[in-house]
Structure formats: structure tokens, C-alpha cells
């Protein structure tokens, strides 16, 4: 669990890193920011599922004594990622700026993955995974929500202009 979590923290940073980069330089394309959304999505649900075997025996609140829950939970999480990427995945970047968070401002859910590893090394593997599986699908009905109440608000603007 400790090197996977240090592989996942490398791979978080240089992502991080080289989605400055593009920016910084100007060097982005619907192209990249399509892969670098399906290789984060792809990353992700393999760490949400593999944490679901991994650490279904830490599970808190007697959940652990349940053996289908922590790869149900890891399941979850990484159902409702690739909900929510394909969501974001709609939106191309624009002129060298981050796209804005869809649920809450300057908000960027790649920054609260970085807790995964901190939390794995912390011994608190269980909880990462109870938290995946719940608050996941939770901030994916909260993307979906928010994108359908974008494109409501669209439509609303065009109707306004055509009259």
C-alpha cells in the first residue's frame, strides 16, 4: 500500500506539473487535455479500485467484517470518476486557462486526491475508502447538477437573444 501511494503521489505531481507546463507555454490542444482527462480518469478508478481490495479490511465502522464492501465502495468511486470525467471531458480548455471547477470555485478535484497518499501513509487507508465510495458519487450528482444547470442557463441566453 505505502509504494503504491508513493507511485500515485509521483504521478499526481508530475501531472500537476506538466498541465502547468502546456499552460505556462502555451502548448495545449484538445487533443492533450482530452488524453491528460482519460489517463487521469483511467489512474484514478484503478487507485479507487484497488484501494477497495487493498483496504477493505481497515474499513471503520464495522464495515470491514462485510467482505464485498470495500471493493463495492472502491467500485463506486470509480464509477462516478468516470461520470464525472466525462462530464469535465465536454468542456475543451480555453486560450491557456484552467477550466473553471464545476462544483465549487477555484476548487481543483485533482488537489484533494493528493490526500489519498498522505492518508494511506497515515494509516487511515479504511476512511480514504469509506470516503471514496460515499463523497465520490456525491461531487459526480454534483457536477451533473451543475453541468445541466449550465446548459439550462444557454439555452435560457439564446432564447433572450433571438428575441
Known amino acids: 500500500m505505502a509504494i503504491g501511494a508513493g507511485l500515485f503521489f509521483l504521478s499526481a505531481l508530475l ?4 498541465g502547468e507546463l502546456a499552460r505556462l507555454t502555451r502548448r495545449f490542444s484538445r487533443f492533450g487535455f482530452r ?3 482519460i489517463s487521469d480518469c ?10 477497495g481490495f487493498g483496504a477493505a479490511s481497515s474499513l471503520p465502522l464495522d464495515f470491514g467484517s462485510q467482505p464485498l464492501a470495500g471493493p463495492l465502495l472502491g467500485l463506486s468511486g470509480a464509477v462516478s ?9 465536454m468542456e475543451p480548455p480555453q486560450a ?19 490526500v489519498v497518499p498522505l492518508a494511506i501513509w497515515c494509516g487511515g487507508s479504511g476512511w480514504i475508502l469509506l470516503a ?12 451533473c447538477i451543475s453541468r445541466l444547470v ?5 439555452v435560457l441566453v439564446k432564447q433572450v437573444e433571438r428575441v
Open 15 to 18: 501531472d500537476r506539473a506538466d
Open 35 to 37: 488524453f491528460d482527462l
Open 42 to 51: 483511467i489512474a484514478t478508478s484503478m487507485i479507487f479500485i484497488g484501494l
Open 81 to 89: 470518476t468516470v461520470l464525472t470525467f466525462g462530464q469535465l471531458a
Open 96 to 114: 491557456g486557462r484552467r477550466p473553471p471547477s464545476p462544483v465549487i470555485r477555484n476548487f481543483d478535484p485533482d488537489d484533494a486526491m493528493l
Open 132 to 143: 471514496c465510495g460515499v463523497l465520490t458519487p456525491l461531487a459526480a450528482i454534483g457536477v
Open 150 to 154: 449550465q446548459r439550462r442557463r444557454l
